[in-house]
């Protein structure tokens, strides 16, 4: 779980200051691999679980810390970027993860967005 926090928290603060290709490039580098593997529900549970403690956790973060991790461990994924318009006809945009054709973060109402970007792992 702490390895979840830290990765929230770095994603937030680099997503102010670089690109998000850059950003995703270099999270997925800096996870390298474990030594200990986790489960892959286990890294979206401590992701989910420090999501919620960390304020103003977006979609965004929390799937990039997701996608690191996951990597980390050994997991390919799959970042999605979509976009739907809102009720009051206004783009809303929305970040998830899929990993082993599984929706892992951000789901399961992804459905409604129109993916823009599918981005794989950057093992």
Same mark, same amino acid.
């Given at each position: 779980?702490?390895?979840?926090?830290?990765?929230?928290?770095?994603?937030? @603060?680099?997503?102010?200051?670089? #690109?998000?290709?850059?950003?995703?490039?270099? #999270?997925?580098?800096?996870?390298? *691999?474990?030594?200990?593997?986790?489960?892959?529900?286990?890294?979206?549970?401590?992701?989910?679980? #420090? #999501? *919620?403690?960390?304020?103003?956790?977006?979609?965004?973060?929390?799937?990039?810390?997701?996608?690191?991790?996951?990597? *980390?461990? %050994?997991?390919?994924?799959? @970042?999605?970027?979509?976009?739907?318009?809102?009720?009051?006809? *206004?783009?809303?945009?929305?970040?998830?993860?899929?990993?082993?054709?599984?929706?892992?973060?951000?789901?399961?109402?992804?459905?409604?967005?129109?993916?823009?970007?599918?981005? %794989?792992?950057?093992?």
């Amino acid at each position: 779980m702490l390895q979840a926090a830290f990765s929230i928290l770095a994603v937030r @603060l680099a997503l102010r200051f670089l #690109a998000f290709e850059r950003l995703q490039v270099l #999270a997925c580098r800096w996870a390298g *691999r474990a030594t200990t593997p986790f489960i892959s529900d286990r890294i979206v549970w401590a992701v989910e679980a #420090a #999501a *919620r403690n960390i304020p103003a956790s977006s979609c965004l973060s929390k799937a990039l810390a997701a996608q690191a991790l996951l990597t *980390r461990h %050994g997991y390919a994924s799959q @970042l999605m970027i979509g976009v739907a318009r809102s009720e009051a006809c *206004r783009l809303e945009a929305h970040a998830w993860i899929t990993c082993q054709e599984q929706i892992m973060i951000g789901g399961p109402d992804v459905g409604r967005y129109t993916s823009l970007l599918n981005l %794989g792992s950057l093992s």
